[in-house]
């Protein structure tokens, strides 16, 4: 059992090493940057993009039903009497079918005051992204993950392939020296001045090449070629069209129409979860949503 002394902020680095350890490896942190959570973002925004929803009442806004339905994997719809028929984030559970599905559905809303306990197919609807009602917060972090390390290496690789000398230092002054005229050179400073001291007796500089062909060591286009296959990965995941293969001077129909298949495959998955659950909405509150893909998938098709 833990200590009181964790119960409270501040938490000291053994505490968070082992809350955070559980959900992702000790040595290899990309999320909580400012980078990981552009590509949250990004990849979440495109995942959405897949779906186009009409006929949703006017006074239900667009972002928060998209954002509650892709994110948490489930929105409940039910009435209230103040504010009509809305939809809203909510927990499943406390009651579980005969088939292990869930009964009750829990929503809580400052503005409500209150919690609602609702019954579902009784007083409130669920419509679901997938399946499992999970959402698709796993999927965005992991390609976000996989694209914040790259980029980050190649970040990395370009400012190193600028200058790559080691240098030499007889004392902790000497050595901050050195750091201090390499960032003043590498941030494009007309003019660097040292002191005279931090030359070697024989008035040689106390420096050399640690690897004379650096452009041996850049990478950089792999990485971004890197960042484009892992982005077309994703689009492939989540119903986006692409090739996903590598440009080639031969690349057959067959192959483009195979891709055309594994893109749709769990794309079409999600829009027949999702249409299941707005037909049971419409049906309960006498709507008019509907959900299709925004993307044409029939290329293959079309061609015969």
Request: charged letters at 20%.
């Given at each position: ?162 200058m790559a000398y080691v240098f030499f230092a007889k004392s902790k002054a000497m050595a901050e020296t050195y750091k201090k005229a390499y960032d003043q050179v590498s941030s494009g400073s007309p003019m660097t001045v040292i002191d005279k001291s931090v030359m070697n007796e024989d008035g ?101």
């Open positions: 059992m833990l200590n009181s002394q964790y119960k409270k902020p501040p938490y000291s680095y053994d505490f968070i090493n082992l809350t955070t350890s559980m959900g992702q490896p000790n040595i290899v942190h990309s999320s909580n940057t400012t980078v990981f959570n552009f590509y949250v973002r990004y990849l979440l925004q495109k995942l959405i993009s897949v779906f186009k929803f009409e006929g949703l009442p006017d006074y239900w806004p667009l972002n928060y039903f998209t954002y509650v339905l892709f994110g948490y994997g489930s929105i409940a719809v039910f009435n209230t009497d103040r504010y009509g028929v809305i939809c809203q984030a909510c927990t499943l559970g406390d009651r579980i079918t005969l088939f292990k599905q869930p009964k009750i559905a829990l929503v809580t809303n400052p503005v409500f005051r209150k919690e609602y306990k609702l019954e579902i197919g009784r007083n409130c609807e669920i419509i679901k992204m997938q399946p499992d009602f999970h959402g698709a917060m796993d999927i965005v972090s992991t390609y976000a993950d996989l694209l914040t390390m790259a980029i980050e290496a190649a970040g990395i690789n370009m400012y190193n392939s600028k040689s500089m106390p420096w050399q090449f640690f690897m004379p062909d650096i452009g041996k060591n850049y990478i950089t286009g792999d990485l971004l070629q890197d960042m484009r296959t892992i982005e077309n990965q994703f689009n492939t995941f989540v119903g986006i069209p692409n090739a996903n293969t590598q440009k080639r001077e031969r690349l057959i129909s067959s192959e483009v129409e195979a891709n055309d298949i594994e893109v749709q495959s769990l794309a079409t998955l999600w829009l027949e979860t999702i249409q299941e659950g707005i037909e049971k909405v419409n049906n309960m509150f006498d709507l008019n949503i509907s959900v299709k893909h925004r993307y044409n998938y029939n290329r293959g098709a079309e061609n015969g």
